[in-house]
């Protein structure tokens, strides 16, 4: 700010005054700021730094929820991916325990000898000529055990399944009530593994058919394991087979006597027709 004095006359005399003229320094130097307008500027520049702060952060929150998204989804299918394979892994392990468990109770239960009865067949002079016959091996228990597995809902499936008796009809399957007779479980003890264990042999006995026995393997193992644990149930047959002192042949007359025992059952009524 500038003082400037000036000294007037007047008609009586002289009079002195002094005039005091502020000038703002903006009036003299027009390109020169103010204070206050500098305040202003720089309230207008933070209003503006903050609202282009607040928009971008505004413009990230979608972007940042979908990362989130996208995240949280990755997530749940990386979970439920590890389910999957630990559903899978107990599953192998639990078939795994089932065919160790089958294994021990055979090569518990397994006999050595089978008894054997001698009849005479007929003289000649002061000779006896004899004719060994075997008695037949299944028990009361082993036909319960039979029709009590006849209503498990894998078994039930697979005989729903061959349409055509390949690996069912009922002389296969009166066969599996005489091998569970000559292995000599507690009928109890018998499971859906050593009927298809005995139905697996009985097949190879009277069959040809590589592929209908090999349905066995998916109904038994299921349709994603039997790859893995088919030798695992080939391992068992050998331990089962042994257990019937290697004895797998049965003749139609036992089969119709072990069928003629309940005729009237449903099981019965499984007579192959014609193969296509």
Known sequence: MSLFTCTAMGDSGAENSLVSIDTSSGENDPWKETPESNLCLAKKASQNSSLA????????????????????????QTKLGDKATANQESCLLASKAAFSEAVSELQFWRRRGQKKIWTVD???????????????????????AFYRLLEDPVIQSFLEADIFLKVSDKYLLSMVV?????????????NR????????????????????????????????????????????KVEFFHAMDHRAWVNAELCEEIQA????????????????
């Open 193 to 236: 593994i050593h009927f298809f264990l005995a139905l697996y042999i009985a097949s190879d006995m009277e069959e040809d058919n590589p592929t209908s026995k090999r349905s066995i393997f998916q109904f038994l193992l299921g349709k994603e394991h039997w790859p893995d644990l088919y030798k695992e149930f080939l391992k068992l």
């Open 261 to 276: 025992q309940n005729p009237n059952h449903w099981v019965w009524s499984r007579v192959r027709q014609c193969t296509p």
């Open 53 to 76: 702060s607040t928009s971008a952060s505004l413009a990230a929150i979608p972007e940042q929820r979908t990362m989130r998204k996208r995240a949280q989804k990755k997530g749940k």
């Open 178 to 190: 005489e091998y569970f007779g000559r292995v000599g479980l507690p009928g109890h003890l018998y």
């Open 122 to 144: 007929h003289m000649e002079g002061i000779k006896l000529r004899i004719n060994k016959k075997r008695r037949p091996s299944y028990r009361l228990e082993d036909q319960e």
